[in-house]
């Protein structure tokens, strides 16, 4: 088995000259080939619920038969196993391909089953680029995936284009891929957008295949181990959030139609990432190199206010159009407030276009990348947690986060609208930092979650109204009395409801 190491890098049509122009690529004629594949599954997608890829590929006159399994990637870079060797068309002969017994004997129980679900043709030109000590083949494809039916709608023909760069690592250390695609993006020319991206061309047919577009990536738990290093547990969790903030950057820069906006969970889930890549940075900061630390808490921090105002008129329009559907079952006719609505819904469109602009600027693509590449290079440390143990630690450090919150509860009666916010960010970091610490406490030992969930609902809601209020002032569209009411009304009754989360919170045990 050959075990294949690569980045996958996304790129834009109207940057391709200057790639190509790169003194790295221009130097050398570039090897190219017409490749078309075709990838097969069952009828009920039995290899893919496996996350196990087989593709047919003729090259020329010749035929290559593929077998890739599941590995990992994070940052745009993966490891999987993988298999290739010559074939003739429509023979499968998985024994003597793969050389993983179990694995070759599943693959020929489902011989019989297996039929054509998607193709991808393109043009792939290849050069092999010495890099420091390393050796890379770099592929730049061009073309497109392409299926002809789909259990939703067996009479559409879909296809989706393919431009993407690929860096595969032929000798050498892993960081020389980032050091090459740093390398190329920040070229002579000018800083090129390369977007780095989890998403193998069979994950992307497979989608086209079902008919389902990419969904919003929610976050999920990095998988944290007693025995660890401290610095070993910062890059487990930090590359989780980076998977996450990737997936849903990719689903916001998808194309739409003018005046469609895009799900707004991508922009909820994307601002997630980035609260937990910066609790991530605080929680484990006395491990950390200061400098390091420092910089990508301040990048990330830029990062999540670009996408704020989008968010923002998200919610706002979310909440605006609630209220007048209960509305117009009630007392107001469903046009009366149409003009407001309208202009809620401008406001917002011109936020995730501005969004949308700032996500396509090279500077944030080159951000992924140099993150990626930072989180390989840092130096292991011994310290205090490696001589007491990442449990204790984690547990200490539950303790003293939750105690700082609970000493600001105890004044929230006292507090105005701005300090409550502080102390609504103080619970998200405890609840963030309890998601990546969590599988390290004993059992039973976890933070009161439905009541955390609770406070942190209430002064959620605290601070959409007064972000509301704030973004309303600008509105000059008569007859938004009944509006401004409303969210006055509700204010006053969510801060009523103080008193009873403070005793919540200070009835909660430490961890």
Same mark, same amino acid.
């Given at each position: 088995?050959?075990?294949?190491?690569?980045l996958k890098?996304?790129?834009q049509?109207?940057?391709?000259?200057?790639?190509l122009?790169?003194p790295?690529?221009a130097?050398?004629?570039p090897?190219?080939e #017409?490749?078309?594949?075709?990838?097969f599954?069952?009828?009920?997608?039995?290899?893919?619920?496996?996350?196990?890829a087989?593709?047919?590929?003729?090259?020329?006159?010749?035929?290559?038969?593929?077998?890739?399994?599941?590995?990992?990637?994070?940052?745009?870079?993966?490891?999987r196993?993988?298999?290739?060797?010559?074939?003739?068309?429509?023979r499968?002969?998985?024994? !003597?391909?793969?050389?993983?017994?179990?694995?070759?004997?599943?693959?020929?129980?489902?011989?019989?089953?297996?039929?054509?679900?998607f193709?991808?043709?393109?043009?792939r030109?290849?050069?092999?680029?010495? #890099?420091?000590?390393a050796q890379?083949?770099?592929?730049?494809?061009?073309?497109?995936i392409?299926?002809?039916?789909a259990?939703?709608?067996?009479?559409?023909?879909?296809?989706?284009?393919?431009?993407?760069?690929?860096?595969?690592?032929?000798?050498?250390p892993v960081?020389?891929?980032? !050091?090459?695609a740093?390398?190329?993006?920040?070229?002579?020319?000018?800083?090129?957008?390369?977007?780095?991206?989890?998403?193998s061309?069979a994950?992307?047919?497979?989608?086209l295949?079902?008919?389902? /577009?990419?969904?919003?990536?929610k976050?999920?738990?990095?998988?944290?181990r /007693?025995g660890?290093?401290p610095?070993?547990?910062?890059?487990?969790t930090?590359?989780e959030?980076?998977?996450?903030?990737?997936?849903n950057?990719?689903?916001?820069l998808?194309?739409?139609?003018?005046?469609?906006?895009?799900?707004?969970?991508?922009? +909820?889930q994307?601002?997630?990432?980035?609260r937990?890549l910066?609790?991530?940075?605080?929680?484990?900061?006395?491990?950390?190199?200061?400098?390091?630390?420092?910089?990508w808490?301040?990048q990330?921090?830029t990062?999540s206010a670009?996408l704020?105002?989008?968010?923002?008129?998200?919610?706002l329009?979310e909440?605006?159009?609630?209220?007048?559907t209960?509305r117009?079952t009630?007392s107001l006719?469903p046009?009366?407030?149409?003009?407001?609505?309208?202009?809620?819904l401008?406001q917002?469109?011109a936020?995730?276009?501005?969004?949308?602009? #700032?996500?396509?600027?090279?500077?944030?693509?080159?951000q992924?990348l140099?993150?990626?590449?930072?989180?390989?290079?840092? /130096?292991?440390?011994?310290?205090?947690?490696?001589?007491k143990?990442?449990a204790d630690?984690a547990a200490?450090?539950?303790?003293?986060r939750?105690?700082?919150?609970?000493?600001?509860?105890r +004044?929230? +009666?006292?507090?105005d609208?701005?300090?409550?916010?502080a102390?609504?960010?103080?619970?998200?970091?405890l609840r963030y930092?309890?998601?990546?610490?969590q599988?390290?406490l004993?059992?039973?030992?976890?933070?009161?979650?439905p009541?955390?969930?609770r !406070?942190q609902?209430t002064l959620?809601?605290?601070?959409?109204?007064?972000?509301?209020?704030?973004?309303?002032?600008?509105?000059d569209? /008569?007859?938004?009395e009944?509006w401004?009411r409303?969210?006055?009304?509700?204010q006053?009754?969510?801060?009523?409801?103080?008193?009873q989360l403070?005793?919540a919170?200070?009835e909660?045990?430490?961890p």
């Amino acid at each position: 088995m050959a075990q294949e190491t690569e980045l996958k890098l996304l790129l834009q049509a109207p940057d391709l000259p200057r790639l190509l122009a790169h003194p790295l690529l221009a130097a050398s004629k570039p090897r190219r080939e #017409h490749l078309r594949n075709t990838y097969f599954d069952t009828p009920e997608l039995a290899l893919m619920a496996q996350r196990i890829a087989v593709r047919e590929r003729r090259v020329g006159r010749r035929t290559l038969l593929t077998v890739k399994t599941a590995g990992t990637s994070v940052g745009g870079l993966s490891r999987r196993g993988e298999w290739e060797g010559p074939t003739l068309p429509g023979r499968m002969d998985f024994a !003597a391909l793969v050389d993983d017994p179990d694995l070759a004997t599943r693959l020929g129980a489902l011989q019989g089953q297996l039929v054509p679900v998607f193709r991808t043709d393109f043009t792939r030109r290849s050069w092999l680029i010495g #890099h420091g000590s390393a050796q890379i083949e770099l592929a730049l494809d061009q073309g497109a995936i392409s299926t002809g039916h789909a259990p939703q709608a067996p009479q559409d023909a879909r296809s989706e284009a393919i431009l993407e760069l690929e860096l595969e690592l032929q000798s050498g250390p892993v960081d020389a891929l980032f !050091a090459l695609a740093l390398t190329l993006a920040r070229g002579p020319g000018g800083e090129l957008w390369l977007q780095p991206s989890d998403r193998s061309k069979a994950e992307r047919g497979l989608a086209l295949f079902q008919g389902r /577009p990419v969904g919003p990536q929610k976050a999920q738990a990095a998988v944290l181990r /007693p025995g660890m290093r401290p610095l070993e547990a910062f890059r487990a969790t930090a590359q989780e959030g980076l998977v996450q903030l990737q997936a849903n950057l990719v689903g916001l820069l998808q194309p739409s139609a003018p005046g469609v906006l895009p799900d707004p969970e991508y922009v +909820h889930q994307a601002r997630v990432a980035l609260r937990r890549l910066r609790t991530g940075l605080g929680l484990f900061r006395e491990h950390l190199p200061e400098p390091f630390a420092a910089h990508w808490a301040a990048q990330w921090k830029t990062s999540s206010a670009a996408l704020d105002a989008a968010r923002n008129w998200d919610v706002l329009d979310e909440r605006l159009l609630q209220w007048l559907t209960d509305r117009a079952t009630r007392s107001l006719a469903p046009d009366a407030l149409a003009p407001l609505a309208q202009w809620v819904l401008e406001q917002r469109l011109a936020a995730n276009r501005q969004a949308a602009l #700032h996500l396509r600027q090279p500077a944030q693509a080159l951000q992924l990348l140099a993150f990626a590449q930072a989180l390989l290079a840092l /130096p292991a440390r011994a310290d205090k947690a490696d001589r007491k143990g990442l449990a204790d630690w984690a547990a200490d450090t539950l303790r003293q986060r939750q105690r700082r919150l609970l000493k600001q509860a105890r +004044h929230a +009666h006292l507090l105005d609208l701005e300090g409550l916010h502080a102390m609504r960010i103080r619970l998200k970091k405890l609840r963030y930092a309890e998601g990546f610490l969590q599988n390290l406490l004993p059992s039973g030992k976890a933070l009161n979650a439905p009541v955390l969930e609770r !406070a942190q609902d209430t002064l959620g809601e605290l601070n959409d109204l007064a972000t509301t209020q704030r973004l309303m002032r600008a509105c000059d569209v /008569p007859g938004t009395e009944p509006w401004h009411r409303f969210l006055l009304q509700r204010q006053a009754n969510m801060l009523r409801e103080l008193p009873q989360l403070q005793r919540a919170l200070s009835e909660m045990p430490p961890p």
